[in-house]
């Protein structure tokens, strides 16, 4: 009976083993889901070919940038290895920022059982359908990026134009 002993405990501890690895596996698209969005920021700058508009939260446009830009986020996978200069992009007229008082998170799936989170303090999309880069997302914080694709919408730029 003892010699039975410890291959009953190998077994269980190889069940055990398999059981938390298979519910941690399964844990993992339920916490893609809880955040796979991107929280409401501060404030909203838009740089236009003319200048730049700030947006708050009292703007009638700005829950409608956010709600489209977190279904456009929806389609990232992982890093990009271009990095487009925030400057340029300001002064070109098509990029949108936006900006947080306090260091917001952000995870996405690399692989079904692979997250990978970033930390941030500033968002930039490139609004220019002309670039390549327009369908990625930078940021200042921690993580790595740019990161991408973002899913395409149209409606952005006819809301922030209004």
């Known amino acids: 009976?003892?010699?039975?002993?410890?291959?009953?405990?190998?077994?269980?501890?190889?069940?055990?083993?398999?059981?938390?690895?298979?519910?941690?596996k399964h844990n993992i698209p339920a916490k893609l889901n809880e955040h796979r969005s991107i929280a409401a920021p501060?404030?909203?700058i838009y740089y236009k070919?003319?200048?730049?508009?700030?947006?708050?939260?009292?703007?009638?446009?700005?829950?409608?940038?956010?709600?489209?830009?977190?279904?456009?986020v929806k389609g990232i996978k992982d890093m990009y290895k271009s990095l487009y200069m925030l400057e340029d992009?300001?002064?070109?007229?098509?990029?949108?920022?936006?900006?947080?008082s306090e260091k917001q998170t952000f995870q996405y799936a690399v692989r079904p059982t692979e997250l990978r989170t970033v930390t941030y303090t500033k968002l930039?999309?490139?609004?220019?359908?002309?670039d390549s880069i327009s369908n990625q997302m930078d940021f200042e914080g921690e993580g790595y990026g740019p990161i991408g694709p973002l899913l395409t919408d149209d409606k952005l730029l006819d809301i922030l134009n209004k």
């Open 124 to 130: 930039y999309f490139d609004l220019d359908k002309n």
């Open 89 to 100: 992009l300001k002064k070109k007229g098509t990029l949108l920022e936006f900006d947080y």
């Open 42 to 44: 501060d404030s909203i």
């Open 49 to 72: 070919k003319d200048g730049k508009v700030t947006l708050t939260k009292s703007d009638y446009r700005f829950y409608s940038i956010v709600n489209i830009t977190n279904e456009r």
């Open 1 to 24: 009976m003892n010699k039975k002993k410890p291959l009953v405990l190998v077994i269980v501890g190889l069940l055990v083993i398999i059981a938390i690895t298979l519910l941690m």
